[in-house]
């Protein structure tokens, strides 16, 4: 018998495959379409990473699963090549962005195809390349008449090592997410997407879809739903007010000072009462520098500055109080201002501590007890009103909408989420495809010039200027106005990459039409309408509030512009974990990085898949270790040892074992389950204890058993199931073969019926599983109250067990 050899058998059944077009799909026949999704990923130099392989491979054991269930599963790839990036590889190494992504697609391809997916590559898409990128910048347009784009002047998020503008999102604690730069604050003309626009509709539907609950979680406290009460305060001595938005208006009689962000509109206006000018005007300057996330970060401490000579009226009991700049407050939320109550808000009680501000609970948890307790910290519970007038002993929910009437106040609601800014100062991305007129104004692109091609430059370094490289290429920029035909300049912009992924899942169809894109009864439109929206969506959960969001609300808008019928664009989206080496996170810098070349060369993709598959659960990741690959592949070798010349097996199923057959049917059911819920590992622990059950028949077990092994071993390692598949001489491809089914009867667990005794005398009899073990067994005893009665008060010395026939509990 030959030895396994993994590289030769793999090589063999990709070659078969391919010639036989085993995966392809015919979009417009096919009778159960189902669209398996995995996020493509971007082309880097490093090539594919084991934490790419371990997605994959987990959706790709999806889709196989699936298609053994009878469905056409149409599982496409494509290559999300254009952005930051792949750029400021090319930057480093001195080569053009496009000469530098295409070499990196050529090492992905060859990579991804190692991994004996079902990938259909005659779908391939590939975001730098102008026939996809002509319909993000119609996208663009179709956005921009709907009144979902717009250009502001704005203070953002700027990266100074990437040169660009960065959406709150690619923030992460005060660094960019690429490169991990300090981010500092810039104002700039930008576009943006009312994103905000859906945020309501957002937030509902994530009620309708079947996602991960972590995934959910993310966005929904990213969109960051308030409910409060907008409130004016007026200024002593002053026409101006300012105002407020508060979710605890029952607190205002408590409220001691005001902060407002050193952005806030009304700070000028209030510059020549303001006797400490100088002061106010360095502190604005230095909050500049600082990124909006960094500003919030609830554990840095709070500072701040006071406006001397302005005073605020608080409207519940026109008392005066002190008016306050602070970073922690954002114009861009709310009002841009908030009535500061620190005896019932933790982060205003430090800025009150800190600066020895008045502090006044006005919610006690005591009442009627007359006495509050001393606050440690800021009371946020429930409780009555104190110290608040006419309204003391109110129950503190009704007091809200109480005193926002008093005061005049009027109920509204807010949101954490801001709008999407799109617009980037590079050069690698889609050129925005707006065109700006002396005469006309702004001027969109029309559809029929699409796409704005990105000229081949050889200075495509960023600035630093605050305008794109596209900005110094005369023959792009100058151009003629399409209403006017005077003359005009592009936009030098390009868009976030974020809007490229926001749509591929059309992309792989719109590609099927020869890029042909329409809608009513359009072959392109039929085509929507069977395969969309995608049945399963499979990617790291770090897209919670970036690219999943950016999909739920393109998606959203296209729905409501009459392009589709349905407005969310997966049913089903799971998160998957991530990979360890040896306990500590995989990174370039601590050298930890798994390539899975060498892997796949020494052991062959079937024991990789199987290895990521099987380090825990899918959904939490795992710890790679060069150790535990090798009981993988020693699994593997014993199944391929297990191979006989077909006149061993029995090709009869009569073999009397119902032992194994209940055990087979166990199987199925465990695995089926297990795939549906992405449980793998578990799946395939049950394919162990099946096969090591099944060894011990070798010479005289039926052939279904074996069969049964390689159907469910299939989706997991589907070169090595083809190969044992063919040399039992068995009909067809192991992967067009039925999901096997099971009997309700023959998984149905034997009772026994348990003598219960407690210090040798018979005190109950109970129905359990033949196979129960002395551990549960006791478990149960001890959950009769037949038995609790004998035993209360005793301590239990030990515990006699005789397998499938009594208990006794000497006490």
Same mark, same amino acid.
């Given at each position: 018998?030959?030895?396994?050899?993994?590289?030769?058998?793999?090589?063999?059944?990709?070659?078969?495959?391919?010639?036989?077009?085993?995966?392809?799909?015919?979009?417009?026949?096919?009778?159960?379409?189902?669209?398996?999704?995995?996020?493509?990923?971007?082309?880097?130099?490093?090539?594919?990473?084991?934490?790419?392989?371990?997605?994959?491979?987990?959706?790709?054991?999806?889709?196989?699963?699936?298609?053994?269930?009878?469905?056409?599963?149409?599982?496409?790839?494509?290559?999300?090549?254009?952005?930051?990036?792949?750029?400021?590889?090319?930057?480093?190494?001195?080569?053009?962005?496009?000469?530098?992504?295409?070499?990196?697609?050529?090492?992905?391809?060859?990579?991804?195809?190692?991994?004996?997916?079902?990938?259909?590559?005659?779908?391939?898409?590939?975001?730098?390349?102008?026939?996809?990128?002509?319909?993000?910048?119609?996208?663009?347009?179709?956005?921009?008449?709907?009144?979902?784009?717009?250009?502001?002047?704005?203070?953002?998020?700027?990266?100074?090592?990437?040169?660009?503008?960065?959406?709150?999102?690619?923030?992460?604690?005060?660094?960019?997410?690429?490169?991990?730069?300090?981010?500092?604050?810039?104002?700039?003309?930008?576009?943006?997407?009312?994103?905000?626009?859906?945020?309501?509709?957002?937030?509902?539907?994530?009620?309708?879809?079947?996602?991960?609950? +972590?995934?959910?979680?993310?966005?929904?406290?990213?969109?960051?739903? @308030?409910?409060?009460?907008?409130?004016?305060?007026?200024?002593?001595?002053?026409?101006?007010?300012?105002?407020?938005?508060?979710?605890?208006?029952?607190?205002?009689?408590?409220?001691?000072?005001?902060?407002? @962000?050193?952005?806030?509109?009304?700070?000028?206006?209030?510059?020549?009462?303001?006797?400490?000018?100088?002061?106010?005007?360095?502190?604005?300057?230095?909050?500049?520098?600082?990124?909006?996330?960094?500003?919030?970060?609830?554990?840095?401490?709070?500072?701040?500055?006071?406006?001397?000579?302005?005073?605020?009226?608080?409207?519940?009991?026109?008392?005066?109080?002190?008016?306050?700049?602070?970073?922690?407050?954002?114009?861009?939320?709310?009002?841009?201002?908030?009535?500061?109550?620190?005896?019932?808000?933790?982060?205003?009680?430090?800025?009150?501590?800190?600066?020895?501000?008045?502090?006044?609970?006005?919610?006690?948890?005591?009442?009627?007890?007359?006495?509050?307790?001393?606050?440690?910290?800021?009371?946020?519970?429930?409780?009555?009103?104190? $110290?608040?007038?006419?309204?003391?002993?109110?129950?503190?929910?009704?007091?809200?909408?109480?005193?926002?009437?008093?005061?005049?106040?009027?109920?509204?609601?807010?949101?954490?989420?801001?709008?999407?800014?799109?617009?980037?100062?590079?050069?690698?991305?889609?050129?925005?495809?707006?065109?700006?007129?002396?005469?006309?104004?702004?001027?969109?692109?029309?559809?029929?010039?699409?796409?704005?091609?990105?000229?081949?430059?050889?200075?495509?370094?960023?600035?630093?200027?605050?305008?794109?490289?596209?900005?110094?290429?005369?023959?792009?920029?100058?151009?003629?106005?399409?209403?006017?035909?005077?003359?005009?300049? +592009?936009?030098?912009?390009?868009?976030?990459?974020? /809007?490229?992924?926001?749509?591929?899942?059309?992309?792989?169809?719109?590609?099927? $039409?020869?890029?042909?894109?329409?809608?009513?009864?359009?072959?392109?439109?039929?085509?929507?309408?069977?395969?969309?929206?995608?049945?399963?969506?499979?990617?790291?959960?770090?897209?919670?509030?970036?690219?999943?969001?950016?999909?739920?609300?393109?998606?959203?808008?296209?729905?409501?512009?009459?392009?589709?019928?349905?407005?969310?664009?997966?049913?089903?989206?799971?998160?998957?974990?991530?990979?360890?080496?040896?306990?500590?996170?995989?990174?370039?810098?601590?050298?930890?990085?798994?390539?899975?070349?060498?892997?796949?060369?020494?052991?062959?993709?079937?024991?990789?898949?199987?290895?990521?598959?099987?380090?825990?659960?899918?959904?939490?990741?795992?710890?790679?270790?060069?150790?535990?690959?090798?009981?993988?592949?020693?699994? /593997?070798?014993?199944?391929?040892?297990?191979?006989?010349?077909?006149?061993?097996?029995?090709?009869?199923?009569?073999?009397?074992?119902?032992?194994?057959?209940?055990?087979?049917?166990?199987?199925?059911?465990?695995?089926?389950?297990?795939?549906?819920?992405?449980?793998?590992?578990?799946?395939?622990?049950?394919?162990?204890?099946?096969?090591?059950?099944?060894?011990?028949?070798?010479?005289?077990?039926?052939?279904?058993?074996?069969?049964?092994?390689?159907?469910?071993?299939?989706?997991?390692?589907?070169?090595?199931?083809?190969?044992?598949?063919?040399?039992?001489?068995?009909? $067809?491809?192991?992967?067009?073969?039925?999901?096997?089914?099971?009997?309700?009867?023959?998984?149905?667990?034997?009772?026994?019926?348990?003598?219960?005794?407690?210090?040798?005398?018979?005190?109950?009899?109970?129905?359990?599983?033949?196979?129960?073990?002395?551990?549960?067994?006791?478990?149960?005893?001890?959950?009769?109250?037949?038995?609790?009665?004998?035993?209360?008060?005793?301590?239990?010395?030990?515990?006699?067990?005789?397998?499938?026939?009594? /208990?006794?509990?000497?006490?």
């Amino acid at each position: 018998m030959q030895k396994y050899n993994p590289q030769k058998i793999e090589a063999k059944w990709k070659r078969i495959w391919k010639k036989a077009k085993q995966w392809k799909v015919d979009l417009k026949r096919a009778k159960k379409p189902y669209y398996n999704l995995m996020m493509f990923p971007y082309p880097s130099a490093e090539g594919l990473h084991v934490g790419n392989v371990y997605a994959f491979t987990g959706s790709d054991i999806y889709g196989r699963f699936r298609r053994m269930q009878q469905n056409d599963v149409f599982e496409p790839m494509g290559f999300d090549s254009f952005g930051i990036h792949s750029e400021n590889y090319a930057i480093k190494v001195g080569v053009h962005p496009k000469i530098q992504t295409n070499k990196n697609i050529q090492n992905f391809r060859k990579q991804l195809k190692a991994l004996g997916a079902l990938f259909a590559w005659d779908h391939e898409v590939i975001t730098s390349e102008p026939e996809y990128y002509k319909w993000t910048q119609w996208l663009f347009l179709q956005l921009y008449k709907a009144g979902l784009a717009y250009r502001a002047k704005a203070p953002v998020d700027w990266c100074p090592s990437c040169k660009t503008v960065l959406a709150d999102e690619q923030v992460i604690q005060g660094r960019c997410e690429r490169c991990d730069s300090e981010v500092v604050q810039k104002e700039l003309e930008q576009w943006f997407f009312r994103i905000t626009k859906y945020a309501e509709k957002l937030l509902k539907n994530l009620e309708t879809i079947d996602w991960s609950e +972590r995934t959910k979680i993310a966005q929904r406290n990213w969109i960051g739903r @308030s409910e409060g009460a907008q409130i004016e305060f007026k200024i002593q001595s002053s026409k101006l007010k300012i105002e407020v938005f508060t979710t605890r208006p029952d607190t205002l009689f408590g409220a001691t000072y005001l902060v407002l @962000s050193p952005e806030h509109s009304q700070i000028p206006n209030l510059k020549s009462q303001i006797t400490n000018w100088n002061e106010v005007e360095n502190y604005i300057a230095q909050a500049k520098k600082k990124s909006e996330l960094e500003r919030t970060e609830l554990t840095k401490e709070k500072t701040g500055v006071e406006l001397k000579g302005i005073k605020a009226i608080n409207p519940a009991n026109n008392e005066e109080i002190p008016v306050w700049i602070a970073d922690y407050v954002l114009a861009s939320y709310g009002t841009g201002a908030i009535m500061a109550v620190p005896a019932h808000d933790q982060r205003d009680l430090e800025f009150a501590t800190k600066y020895n501000l008045p502090i006044k609970q006005v919610v006690c948890g005591n009442y009627p007890e007359p006495v509050c307790p001393i606050l440690a910290e800021a009371y946020l519970g429930p409780g009555h009103l104190v $110290g608040s007038d006419k309204f003391d002993g109110m129950e503190f929910e009704k007091a809200k909408w109480e005193i926002t009437k008093f005061v005049g106040g009027k109920k509204t609601i807010n949101y954490h989420l801001r709008d999407w800014l799109i617009s980037r100062q590079r050069y690698w991305g889609p050129p925005i495809p707006i065109i700006y007129c002396d005469k006309c104004g702004t001027v969109p692109v029309p559809e029929k010039d699409l796409p704005v091609l990105l000229p081949n430059v050889k200075e495509f370094r960023p600035t630093g200027t605050g305008k794109s490289p596209l900005a110094s290429v005369p023959s792009f920029v100058n151009t003629k106005c399409p209403q006017c035909k005077g003359p005009a300049e +592009r936009e030098t912009d390009v868009s976030d990459t974020f /809007l490229d992924s926001s749509w591929y899942f059309f992309g792989y169809l719109l590609k099927f $039409g020869n890029w042909k894109l329409g809608f009513g009864n359009s072959a392109f439109s039929q085509l929507l309408k069977k395969w969309c929206p995608v049945d399963m969506y499979i990617g790291g959960q770090e897209h919670a509030v970036l690219h999943l969001l950016y999909t739920r609300f393109i998606t959203m808008a296209l729905k409501d512009m009459g392009f589709i019928d349905f407005k969310e664009p997966f049913k089903k989206f799971r998160a998957h974990g991530l990979l360890t080496k040896d306990g500590a996170k995989m990174s370039k810098s601590k050298g930890n990085v798994v390539n899975p070349d060498e892997y796949f060369a020494k052991y062959g993709a079937d024991t990789v898949r199987m290895y990521l598959m099987f380090l825990g659960p899918f959904s939490e990741g795992g710890d790679w270790s060069d150790k535990g690959i090798v009981g993988i592949y020693r699994f /593997l070798n014993r199944i391929w040892n297990f191979q006989f010349p077909i006149s061993n097996f029995q090709s009869n199923s009569n073999v009397p074992n119902s032992k194994l057959e209940s055990l087979r049917h166990k199987t199925i059911k465990k695995v089926t389950e297990d795939l549906e819920n992405l449980r793998y590992n578990t799946a395939i622990a049950a394919l162990m204890e099946y096969f090591n059950e099944i060894s011990n028949f070798q010479f005289i077990i039926s052939k279904q058993y074996i069969e049964t092994l390689l159907v469910l071993l299939a989706p997991f390692a589907p070169h090595i199931a083809e190969e044992l598949w063919s040399q039992l001489r068995a009909k $067809g491809s192991v992967h067009n073969q039925p999901w096997p089914s099971y009997s309700p009867k023959l998984i149905k667990e034997e009772k026994i019926r348990l003598v219960l005794q407690v210090n040798g005398r018979v005190r109950d009899v109970i129905e359990v599983p033949a196979q129960i073990s002395e551990g549960e067994a006791k478990e149960l005893a001890l959950r009769q109250k037949s038995i609790q009665k004998w035993i209360e008060g005793k301590q239990i010395q030990r515990v006699i067990f005789i397998p499938q026939k009594l /208990l006794n509990i000497v006490a």
